[in-house]
């Protein structure tokens, strides 16, 4: 049996027993207990077995415990013993310490003279080796071999780093650079043959010579200035060509790029640091060129049209970015071997002339938009040709909004997105101010303001249904300004969001971005991606930014409020067309009721027949029975801009409180309602100023009354509440009339007294 499983630290005595009854029970099942005897009796053989083992085990230790005490006893022996020698051998070492102490000092001081005497005599060697070399240095420079003579330089500057301490050492440093400037002037023909020729070995040379003299600043010096003028040259030949501002950068960007390779090959034989040498010949190349890019840039635009400035600057502006994706395409792979700061130099070089552009991108952009939309017609001759042009207008707008989103990501990267939102709002400010004049004008098209010249009753739906063409052309304005904005938001998020720091927070500006800027420092490994015209420009509006982005990020892009005023803007214009389809259908009905208060009828007592409404109010009653129909679009036509737009109208003459409304869930019985109380109040308005009633008027009057009521209980409508109390007033017996006008109110009831001359 396996006994190995009772040493383990986890042993558990039921996991061994069922394991031990496991095997048993498959093969042999009857025979548990005769195991049991089995493994009870092995177990107390082993436990036998270890208990000898133990007992054995003791034994042997009671056994060799006295000669263990005995070697512990000498070990105790020999301890004591070497402590005393180690005290001796202190005491010796102190007294030793004693008696040298003197002597050691006479010891270091000899030493310290040593070494002066032999600094002395190296200082006499190089002083000597200085007179040497400056008395063979004229026959050296003789021979015009650059290698010894930069070999002889060096030996003297070497000699001359011994002789710091001597009277004359300033004398020989002015004599040193004076012959380094001898040799630099003799070489400086040869250095430019070089350069010009692209000559490896002689390149090599010069680089060896001028390292060894310390001069190779001067030697890339002469490098920049061969290259640099050749380039500068392409440039100047370029810019005089008939091409245009964009192809001359084009064609000389291409230019460069090629110097840029085969600049980087050869310098890559010669230079220690070859990435960091032809970005500085880069550099200042771009700073030498005449005409400068600024002066270009500023020539060219003042040459072009208003509204095609902006799109002739991004044409420019994209020109360079193409440039500059080349140049860190081609730098990419070794940008740890170059110089970053001169990376970032070159790339500022680069993008800084069109900083001042960007910095005004917000009035750039303003302008472009005003002259855009200025050039899109809304007012045209006929009513009809007028909504066309509104209904064109919107695809228009948002074609505007969508271009001017595409420059300011294209031009700025997104930073300039404050000023793409003031310019927007210019944008709908007048848009919408050019939309409603129109609307005015359609007004007055539509003879909506003027009194009418006949009573005849015309009736003419085609103002109404121009009008309803409108509210669908508005709620498409409110619909596709909700879908811009929220594009807006996610564009903006999407392009300048990266600016925006994690630990930002607009409670501790200052805080943030100093935190902001060191992250940036710690980060910084490509500068082509780090550049910030904003940052570098103009910090206010680039906090305004970082806020407009922090509340983006904060309320998420469906909630912001980004084109809060042009939407208001939109709402209002919604309403002025709501209004205007409102009064287009009120029209014919006004002009009914504004001839009730003039009816000689009304004045002249006239014999007793039997009573009939008269033409005015049956031509308004049977004018709203038609509403029906001609509201009928409202129901049953699949148009969402036009639904939101009736949403978001308000139509005058809302319902009395009090009122049921089931009205407001259908748009055209929202519409009807309406029209209808306006009529009832205008013709309540209308009876009120009546000079006086007789008899027989005031009982046409109330027969009149009661057939518009007919009429609403006909279109499922209830009378207002002022006519129900005209028309109870106008049926009291002069005798009843002040009681019955006790429960109605008391200015309407004297009104009426008067009106039927009745003394109330």
Known sequence: ??????????????????????????????????????????????????????????????????????????????????????????????????????????????????????????????????????????????????????????????????????????????????????????????????????????????????????????????YYKCHKGQLVSMWQDVSQSELSLNQQLSEFYDTLVSSWHSQLQWSSQVFKNPHEVVTVLLIQTLGAMVPSIPVCLSTALERTAPE????????????????????????????????????????????????QYQLQYGDLEEAHLLIQISAVPLEHGEVIDCVEELRHSVGKLFGLTSAAVDRCVKLTDGLAMCGLLKALKALFTKYVSDFSTTLQSIRKKCKLEETPSSSAFQEDWTAFQNSVRIISTCGELLRQCGAF???????????????????????????????????????????????????RGNMGEYNSLMEVLYSLKEKGAGNSSLLAEPRSALTR????????????????????????????????????????????????????????????????????????????????????????????????????????RATMQTYCDAILIIPQLSSHSTKQLATDIDYLSNVMDALGLQPSRTLQHIVTLLRAKPEDYRQTAKLLPRRLASSIAALRSIDY
């Open 308 to 355: 095609q400035r902006l799109d002739t600057l991004l044409e420019l502006y994209n020109t360079t970015s193409t440039f500059a994706c080349s140049l860190e395409a081609a730098m990419l792979p070794h940008l740890g071997e170059n110089n970053l700061l001169k990376v970032n130099e070159l790339v500022c070089v680069l993008y800084d002339p069109y900083k």
């Open 485 to 535: 904005e929220q594009q807006l938001s996610n564009k903006i998020l999407g392009t300048a969001g990266k600016y925006l720091s994690e630990s930002y927070s607009p409670r501790s500006l200052v805080g943030i971005q100093e935190a902001s800027s060191s992250e940036r420092k710690s980060t910084t490994k490509n500068p082509w991606q780090e550049y910030n015209y904003l940052q």
């Open 573 to 676: 214009l919604n309403q002025q067309a709501n209004q205007l389809a409102f009064d287009s259908v009120f029209l014919q009905i006004k002009h009914q009721l504004c001839l009730v208060s003039k009816m000689e009828s009304y004045t002249e007592d006239l014999p007793t027949f039997s009573l009939s409404p008269q033409e005015y109010i049956t031509n308004i009653g049977q004018y709203l029975m038609s509403l029906p129909l001609h509201l009928e679009p409202f129901v049953t036509q699949e148009d969402p801009a036009l639904e939101m737009a009736l949403h978001a109208g308000k139509l005058p003459f809302p319902p009395e409180q009090g009122d049921d409304l089931p009205e407001l869930d259908n748009t055209a019985d929202y519409w009807l309602g309406s029209i209808a």
């Open 1 to 222: 049996m396996d006994f190995s499983k009772f040493l383990d630290d986890d042993f558990d005595v039921k996991d061994w027993v069922n394991g031990a009854f496991k095997v048993v029970q498959k093969d042999a099942p009857g025979k548990a207990d005769t195991h049991a005897a089995t493994l009870v009796m092995k177990l107390q053989l082993f436990i036998q077995e270890v208990n000898n083992a133990i007992e054995e085990t003791s034994n042997q230790a009671v056994q060799n415990m006295p000669r263990v005490l005995q070697d512990v006893e000498a070990l105790k022996q020999e301890a004591s013993f070497l402590k005393e020698q180690m005290v001796l051998v202190k005491e010796d070492i102190k007294k030793f310490e004693q008696d040298t102490a003197q002597s050691m000092q006479v010891l270091v001081e000899i030493d310290k003279v040593k070494s002066r005497m032999q600094l002395a005599a190296e200082a006499l060697q190089e002083a000597d080796k200085w007179s040497t070399l400056s008395a063979d240095i004229e026959e050296t420079f003789k021979t015009q071999d650059f290698a010894v003579i930069s070999s002889k330089l060096t030996s003297m500057q070497n000699s001359l780093a011994m002789l710091v301490d001597t009277p004359d050492y300033s004398e020989k440093c002015v004599h040193l650079e004076a012959l380094k400037n001898r040799l630099e002037a003799l070489a400086s023909p040869q250095i430019v043959s070089t350069f010009n020729s692209m000559s490896i070995d002689k390149a090599k040379l010069f680089v060896k010579v001028f390292t060894e003299i310390d001069r190779m600043p001067q030697l890339l010096a002469y």
